[in-house]
Each structure stands twice: as structure tokens, then as C-alpha cells.
């Protein structure tokens, strides 16, 4: 028996616009995906007990694409199941919905488990590349931004500049203390790349004005992290949620939900992930305040996350 991880995430800024070359910056979660593997003996294939926690229909709504990214991993990996058959258990403390990585997350874990259990001897940087093959199934064309923070950790700058991948470290004094909340709705990632191809035809000068200014927002906000300007952070999340609500990439219980964390005293708030559903985040420093947000959206009926980040 193997076993491998990966973390799920958030990201602050970026989420959708990678492949454009905006920078994001993401954060890893304390939360992972744990995955299992083990030979089995007679028949042939794989068999998937998933038991991890999840938004109400999240799983079944992403099953055939589980599928696919299964059997990608194994055929990057070069490994045949139907004559080595495994089983394949998924858990782990990372609440699966859009909008944490979970998927990046059950891709990791799932490359890690199985380099160990084929003895493989995978570096991390084969994990991470792995991660990104089995995160085409769920998302068209992965930006990578995903599977790099499920498999490295921390808070970190990603961006790609002709068609290579790079990221960096970000350095804070102290931990970010976060809340994000689900608004229920399971969406799609894998067509967004498609809705914001279309956004860009529609009106090419005004999606490029966007990018230009979120891009100028990403990099004010790697400067803020690194002052640990907490209420400049803030500011540049909740203006960044206005870009991506003209957009069409909120929702209107993300959007519900991050104006009650304003008004309770968060910093600010934004859709976190590809968005048009999934999670939203708010950033509330000190224990308190993350209380107060959190027990008010679970009131609400919301699943939420309390997390620090950094």
C-alpha cells in the first residue's frame, strides 16, 4: 500500500487569466487530498473508492472527468493496469468543490501514491508535471497554477511568459488568516477557457484593457503581501471582484456572500478559482473576526473553510 498527498488551494488573484499571462498568486491550503493505492490481485483495471468530504453533487457532477484524468496519469506514467490492476482511495481533510484545487489536489496525491507503489522514485518536479497532465480532463488547458501549489506548497507568484511556466516564492512576516465559503454551485471548469475566449472576441480592447489591469493589481499585491499591508490586500481583492463581476465570472451567492463578509469587517473578499460558481474568499485577520465571518456564512447554510495562508 502507497500512499500520497496534495494540497488544495486558494488563489488571491489571477485565478482565470494565467494563460494570458496575467501572474497569479496563489496559496496553498493546510488542507490535502490523500490518496491510496494498492495492488490487487486477479481481474484488471483500476477500481476508485472516493471518500472524500464534499459539496453535495460535487463528485458525481465530476466523475467522468475523473475518469479520463485517472487514465491519463496512468499512461503518462507508463503504467498498465489492466496487468497491474490497483485499487485507488481517495480521502484526506480537503473539503472537494470548485474552487480549492480539489481536483489538482486528487491529481498530486494520486501521482505521488503512485510513484511510491510502482517504485518510480518520481522528483517532485515529475509529480508536478503529472499533476498538470491529469488536470487536462477537468479543465481543458490547464494553466498549471493548480497541480504547482498542490504539489510545492506555500504562498507563491505563477506566471507563464512564452508558453514557459514560472514561480516563485512570497515571503510574509506572519500568516493570513482566510474564510472561504461555497456557494453550492458546482461549475464547469473546463469550458471557462471557451467563455473567456469568447469575452476576448466579443470586445478585444476592452479584455485586453482588463488584463493590463489586473496584471498591475497582481503585481500590487506581491508588493502588499511582502509590506504585510493587510488593508492593501484587501482593497486590490475586492476591486479585482468587480473586474471579474463585469466579467460574468462571480455569481450571485459569491457575490451575496462576499458583501456580508465586508460588512462584518473583512479586508476583502473575491470569487477565488475559475469562478460563475464554487468558492469565494475573504481575507479576516485574527482569529476573531475569522470566527465571526465563518459561523455567520454556516448559519447561512454554507460550507466554509477556516484557513491561514503564508
Excluded at 487569466?17 to 495492488?39: G, H, K, N, Q, W
Aim: glycine share 12%; net charge negative; with cysteine.
Amino acid at each position: 500500500m502507497a500512499k500520497g498527498t496534495g494540497f488544495g488551494k486558494t488563489i488571491l488573484i489571477g485565478d482565470q487569466f494565467v494563460l494570458e499571462e496575467v501572474p497569479a498568486i496563489v496559496a496553498a491550503l493546510s488542507f490535502e487530498t490523500e490518496a491510496i493505492v494498492e495492488r490487487i490481485e486477479g481481474g484488471s483495471g483500476w477500481v476508485l473508492e472516493d471518500n472524500r468530504r464534499e459539496v453535495p453533487g460535487y463528485k458525481e457532477k465530476k466523475k467522468e472527468q475523473q475518469v479520463v484524468s485517472i487514465n491519463r496519469i496512468l499512461e503518462v506514467m507508463g503504467i498498465d493496469a489492466d496487468q497491474n490492476p490497483i485499487k485507488i482511495t481517495y480521502g484526506g481533510s480537503l473539503l472537494a468543490g470548485s474552487g480549492v484545487g480539489a481536483s489538482a489536489a486528487s491529481c498530486v496525491s494520486l501521482a505521488r501514491a503512485l510513484s511510491d507503489a510502482f517504485d518510480l522514485d518520481y522528483t517532485i518536479e515529475q509529480i508536478n508535471h503529472v499533476g498538470w497532465e491529469g488536470e487536462f480532463a477537468y479543465h481543458g488547458i490547464p494553466s498549471g497554477v493548480d497541480n504547482t501549489a498542490s504539489t510545492y506548497g506555500g504562498l507563491l507568484r505563477y506566471w507563464i511568459k512564452d508558453e514557459k511556466k514560472h514561480f516563485e516564492n512570497i515571503r510574509v512576516k506572519a500568516s493570513l488568516d482566510i474564510v472561504l465559503a461555497n456557494s453550492g454551485v458546482t461549475a464547469d471548469t473546463s469550458k471557462l477557457d471557451d467563455y473567456v475566449e469568447g469575452l476576448k472576441k466579443e470586445d478585444p480592447g476592452l479584455f485586453a484593457s482588463r488584463m493590463k489591469a489586473i496584471t498591475k493589481q497582481s503585481d500590487a499585491m506581491k508588493s502588499a503581501l511582502e509590506a504585510y499591508d493587510l488593508e492593501g490586500v484587501g482593497r486590490i481583492m475586492s476591486d479585482n471582484h468587480k473586474i471579474l463581476i463585469d466579467m460574468g465570472l462571480s455569481h450571485d451567492i459569491l457575490i451575496h456572500l462576499c458583501d456580508l463578509a465586508l460588512k462584518m469587517g473583512a479586508l476583502g473578499a473575491k470569487v477565488t478559482g475559475g469562478g460563475r460558481g464554487g468558492y469565494m474568499v475573504a481575507l479576516t485577520p485574527g482569529k476573531e473576526l475569522q470566527e465571526k465571518v465563518a459561523s455567520t456564512f454556516e448559519k447561512e447554510g454554507y460550507k466554509v473553510i477556516r484557513a491561514a495562508i503564508g
